[in-house]
Structures are given as C-alpha cells and as structure tokens.
C-alpha cells in the first residue's frame, strides 16, 4: 500500500477547505440576520403600518361625525340631507367596515393596546353613537326644530364644550395615544432591524478579514510547495517553445508535477512522431493517415479530432453565421421595441398601435391585434382591443373578452402561449387587391408580468413562425406588460389624486358653507330674541291697562288678570273654572254662546256685554281671540275686556281701537307665519331667492314695527280715555 502522497489537489483541497469553512459560517449568519429582519419587517408592514393607516381613517371618520352632528342640530332642518345621510351611513355603514378591517390586525397587538380599542370602540357605540342617535330621533322633522324645549336641550350638547363635543374630542386623544402607540412599536421593531444589519455590517468586516488571511496563508502554503518544480518545468516548457526537445532528465517529486514533468519527458519522445502528421494537417491535407500511440494517446487523438472537426467546420461555418444573424435580429428587435415602449407610453390606444404596427412588419406577418386588461371597475375586468391591423371589421365587432372566452380568453386563463399551425377557414380572412385568403398560422401570446396577464398579443400569418420568433415575441411580451403595469399604476395615482384634491376643495366648501351658515343662524336667533322681547313687553303693557283672559276652546277660564278682577269686584280665585259666558247677564250669555264655535274656525268676535258683578252689573267691552301654536292648530282663547261703564261715548272710542288691535293681531299672525314659511323654504331655495328672502324679511319686519307702532298709539289712546 502506498504511502500518503500530499499531492496538489490535496494541498488546494485542504486551502479550498479551510476557506468554505469560513464561508460556510458567513452564509449560516448573513440567513440567520436576512431572516430575522424579514421577519421583523414583516411585522412593521403587515401589522403595525395597516394597523396605523386604519386607526388613523377611523380618527377622520370620528372628526367627521362631529361636524356632521352640528350640522343635523343647527343646518339641515330637512329630511334626508347628503349630509344628515354621510351620519347615518357612518353609523350603519362606514364605521363597522373600519372596525372589521382594524380588527383583521387587533389580534398581533398587544394586551394593552387591545384593550385600550376595546374601550374605545365601546366608547364609540355604547356612548357617543347612543347620544347621536338621540339627538338624530329627537330632530327627525322639520317641526322640531322649532320646539324650544327640544332645542334646549340638544344645543348644549353640541356646542363647544357639550357632552357629545368634549366625548368626541376624548376619543380622538385616545385614539391619537393608540396609534402612537403602534407607530411607536413600529419605529421599535424598524430600530431592531436597523440593529440587526449594523451587527451584520461587523459581522462581514470581521469574516472578510478573515476570510483574507486565510487566503493569504493557503496561497503562501501552495505557492512555496509548488513553485520550484514548477519553475524546472517552466524552463523546459520555454525551450521547447523554442523548438528544442531536450533529452535531459528533470528530477522527479512525489506529487502531480512528479508525474507531470514523467508525462513531458514521455511527450518529448512523442511529438517527434506526431510532428510529421501535425504538418500535414497543417498543410490542410486532412485525408492523412494517423495511428495515435495508445487509445489514451491525447495529442494523437486531438489532431485526428482536429482534423474531422476542421473538416466538419466547414460545413458549421455557415451555420454559425446563421445563427449570429438571429441572435443579432432578437437583440436589435427588443432594442427597438424598447425605444417604442419608452414613447406614448402615457397613451395605450397610441401606444398599442405603434407596438402592432412595427411587431406585423418585424416578424413578417399579416396581421395583428392587441388586447390590454380593462381593471377600472374592480367587479368587471375585461381584456379590450385596442389594436387591430390588417383584420376585417366583422372579425372583431366585440371589443370585450372575458378570461376563458375564445382563444384569447383562453390564453389569458392558461397563461400560456398559443401557436396553431391549422385555422378554421372562418377564423379570420385576409383581403387584399387579388382576392380573400385563409392565413395557415396563429399565434397568441400573453403579456405577462409577475404572474399577472396585462394583455395578448394575436398575430397571423402565411409562413409557419420559427421558435426563434415565438421566444421573441414572448420576450417582447414581458417587455410590454411592464410597460401596461407602470401605465395602469400612474392612471390609478392620477385618478388617487384627483379625487384627493375634490375632495378636499369639497370639505373646504362644506367649511366655508357652515360658517355662514352658522352666522346667519347666530343673527336670526338673536333677531327673534328681540322681537320676543318686544312682544313680551307689549302684552305687559297690555296687562297694565286691559282686562284678561284666557280660557280652553270649552270656555273654561284658567287665568285672568289683576284689572279683570277689579272690573267684577271678586277674585281669581272665583273665576278660574268657570265658563267666561256665567260671568254675564242672562240676556248676553246666549248671544256668547252662539258665536262661540266661530272660535274653533279661527274666526274672533267682540260685542258689549253686562256683566254681573257683586251687588252690581258693569258693562264691558269683549272681545275674543283664538290663538293658535306654532303647527297653526287653535289651543285657547284670549279674552280682552275694557270698562264701558263710566262713558258709552268713550265705549264706542275703545271698540274702534280694540278692532284696530284685532287688524294688528291678525297681521302679526299673519307676519309670523309667512316668517315660518320663509324659513322653511329658506333651506331648499336659500341660493336661488336669497335676495327676494331678505327683501320679505326686510318688509315683514317693516310690518310688525308699523304694528307695533300703532299698537302703541291705540295704547297711548286707552291710557288717556282711562285717565278720563
């Protein structure tokens, strides 16, 4: 048995080992650190970024709904707004659907910040959409708004301060310190990762110096072991480079060069013999006969192989050139394609017919289409012909292609190309001055990227197509939904965009449009507060000089003045839940009685009666005014008396001012209501008949102060007739 021979493949062996090792060890890390920042990427991009983003659409969606609040208590008085709508939708509609993607996420969280959402969303249905509610059931009609209690109590809680406002406000901190929360874990879990490569980074400085070193040594090791006798049969290499085969002996080591400077001493003897039929072949006379030393004779061999292989280069040659010619033709095709891939690419119909125009004239077909994915409305995605040369009209009358329909349709579903070598004689005809013809080839090749199908290109033809132009094509392809993906993604971030900044100039709008909405709204309030303030202080007035009374639609007295009660010498004590027509003399109450169902009509009526005081009768004038609510229904009646005891002649002055009073009372009623009127016209038609509201504004207002004033002036007259 031979002794261990420590040869050059075991020297490199043991050099190339060492080196693996530490390579080895580098790749075991750098897997382990890619993995663990994939990992922890992973996390960032699939939990905490979404988690963010929807938490951040439910902050706006919150915002929203407290604009949209303000706007049901103190704008749209109208049913079914777009506004008062948005509210609703974001309770029953927008709402859960954020809830149900934020909860796709909620499980990775964190116990805390599961809980703090939980709380949160509790807060949101359990509370704030509770009070919503509330106020939207209270204000679901248009009367309601003008029902002072109702109003009471809503605006408080939606103005500054309000419970639903300061609720509001609470839950968007929350949801604020939640997301930053995430966000914070984010920026964490990115911290790590950032750790990570920076460990990494040290990682391969200290490998690859390594690594260097034991380069180094290994190539110090091998060299020296192998240079001297390298250099001993260099020099007699370089001699026989010159020509000279030496008859000397080299010393012989126990390794390959050992036994390589045995194989050139043994070659040495050997090219004398094969020199000779190296010249003939040299001389181009290849039908030389040659026997190689061995069957292992190399050289021998070789040139016996050169010779056949010099002899069936000629044949290749052609070949050869043939195929550099195609390899040029792909190149320069994708070249050519890429410069037309790089123009128009902002317009597909333009872009569609330059690509099927130059591909039908490149590959010498007849004639071509070009179908592109149609992904506008996620619910109908089609492939849509935007390209067709050379075909008939009636071949492609349908526009649309589903996947799985036709052949196009099956090549998108398949994913595959399609190549067929026998038509259906109907499939299509190509026309031309001579006469119609049946093209005998088609080819049909998707457009593929990243495993999605943007399109199909169709292509027909004469000649069978070669393998050579099938692979162009595809690779074109590839090229070209490239081309559709980056087209398809700018049209999405244009459309994103536009509808961005719309919706934007929409919001300002609605900004703008409550603020003078709520100041106009601020100065009619504060109009009607004075105007109740002046009414106030005439009926005041009125109480100071007339007798009062107000009864149900029944005649049955519940409240009366301090004069009433002089005029009759008692109290109220003895007229409240009495008739109003026992207070008089037998002879007029049957006249009240009569007339007393003209009130429920609306219709008021005045007459003089005697009334029956104690010990006494006086006279008084009555009158009788039915009042109605703001739905314009009759509740009481009110009842106004002057003395006409003292002077008939003065009783007959006062029943022209107290008529005087009924005009002026009919026509702040009057007033009133066509005020109501406007207001409620005001919202359907603020824009177009603002100009003419204010003018009937302006002419009402006109009204109730001439009223005023000559309510004043009757006044002024009562007071001076009640001096007399």
Request: hydrophobic share 40%.
């Amino acid at each position: 048995m031979e002794g261990f021979r420590f040869t050059i493949a075991n020297k490199l062996i043991a050099g190339f080992g060492i080196l693996t090792i530490a390579v080895l060890l580098s790749s075991i890390f750098t897997l382990s650190t890619l993995n663990k920042s994939e990992k922890l990427n992973n996390e960032i991009t699939s939990v905490y970024t979404p988690s963010v983003s929807n938490l951040s659409d439910m902050y706006d969606l919150i915002s929203n709904s407290k604009m949209l609040i303000k706007n049901w208590v103190f704008i749209e008085r109208q049913e079914s707004t777009p506004d008062k709508q948005k509210l609703i939708d974001l309770h029953t509609t927008t709402f859960p659907k954020i809830k149900s993607s934020i909860l796709k996420f909620y499980k990775n969280w964190s116990e805390e910040n599961q809980l703090k959402f939980d709380k949160i969303v509790t807060t949101i249905e359990d509370t704030l959409f509770k009070k919503h509610s509330y106020v939207m059931e209270n204000l679901s009609t248009f009367e309601s708004y003008d029902d002072p209690m109702i109003i009471f109590e809503i605006n408080p809680m939606v103005e500054e301060g309000g419970e639903i406002i300061v609720l509001t406000d609470s839950i968007l901190s929350r949801l604020n310190i939640l997301m930053t929360n995430l966000n914070d874990l984010s920026v964490a879990q990115n911290n790590k990762m950032v750790a990570s490569f920076n460990s990494f980074k040290l990682f391969i400085y200290i490998s690859g110096l390594v690594i260097i070193l034991a380069v180094l040594l290994v190539a110090f090791v091998t060299i020296r072991s192998i240079v001297s006798p390298i250099k001993q049969l260099k020099s007699m290499l370089i001699t026989m480079s010159k020509g000279i085969l030496k008859k000397e002996k080299l010393r012989v080591n126990n390794d390959e060069i050992g036994d390589m400077t045995l194989a050139l001493d043994n070659l040495i003897d050997n090219l004398e013999k094969t020199a000779e039929f190296s010249l003939e072949i040299g001389k181009g006379n290849f039908n030389t006969e040659f026997k190689p030393l061995s069957d292992r004779d190399i050289l021998g061999n070789s040139l016996i192989t050169m010779r056949d292989d010099l002899m069936e280069a000629r044949e290749n040659n052609e070949k050869r050139k043939n195929e550099d010619t195609l390899r040029n033709w792909s190149s320069h095709g994708i070249t050519m394609f890429s410069d037309i891939l790089r123009k128009d690419n902002d317009d597909l119909k333009k872009l569609s017919f330059n690509i099927m125009t130059n591909l039908i004239d490149y590959i010498k077909a007849i004639q071509g289409a070009l179908f592109i994915i149609n992904d506008t409305d996620q619910n109908d995605i089609f492939y849509e012909l935007t390209s067709a040369i050379a075909y008939g009209r009636d071949k492609f009358m349908q526009k649309k292609i589903y996947p799985g329909e036709g052949l196009v349709g099956r090549c998108v579903f398949e994913k595959l190309t399609i190549y067929l070598r026998e038509i259906p004689e109907d499939f299509v005809i190509i026309t031309s001055g001579l006469g119609d013809a049946n093209p005998t080839n088609l080819l049909l090749v998707p457009l593929i990227i990243n495993d999605e199908v943007f399109g199909v290109i169709e292509l027909a033809s004469f000649n069978e197509m070669q393998r050579y132009e099938i692979e162009f094509v595809e690779k074109l392809g590839e090229n070209i939904a490239s081309t559709i993906s980056g087209v398809k993604i700018n049209e999405r971030t244009a459309r994103l965009l536009e509808q961005s900044q719309q919706q934007s100039e929409e919001l300002a709008a609605q900004e703008e449009e409550m603020r003078q909405n709520m100041e106009e709204l601020q100065a009619t309030q504060e109009e009607s507060t004075r105007k109740e303030q002046e009414m106030r202080g005439t009926v005041e007035a009125i109480n100071y000089v007339i007798g009062t009374a107000e009864t149900d639609l029944e005649g049955n007295i519940f409240n009366v003045n301090k004069i009433f009660t002089e005029y009759l010498y008692t109290t109220d004590g003895d007229l409240i839940g009495n008739k109003i027509w026992t207070l008089l003399t037998l002879e007029y109450q049957k006249d009240v009685e009569e007339q007393w169902h003209k009130l429920s009509n609306g219709v008021n009526f005045s007459l003089e009666a005697e009334y029956q005081a104690k010990k006494t009768t006086v006279w008084l004038t009555t009158s009788f005014y039915p009042l109605k609510d703001e739905n314009g229904d009759i509740f009481k009646v009110l009842v106004l008396v002057i003395d006409k005891t003292k002077s008939r002649s003065i009783e007959l002055r006062m029943k022209e001012y107290l008529e005087k009073i009924n005009i002026l009372t009919e026509e702040i009623e009057l007033a009133k209501q066509q005020l109501e009127e406007k207001e409620k016209d005001e919202q359907e038609f603020k824009e177009q008949l603002m100009e003419e509201t204010e003018a009937q504004s302006e002419m009402l207002e006109n009204k109730l102060k001439i009223a005023e004033q000559e309510l004043d002036k009757a006044l002024a007259e009562i007071e001076k007739l009640k001096g007399k």
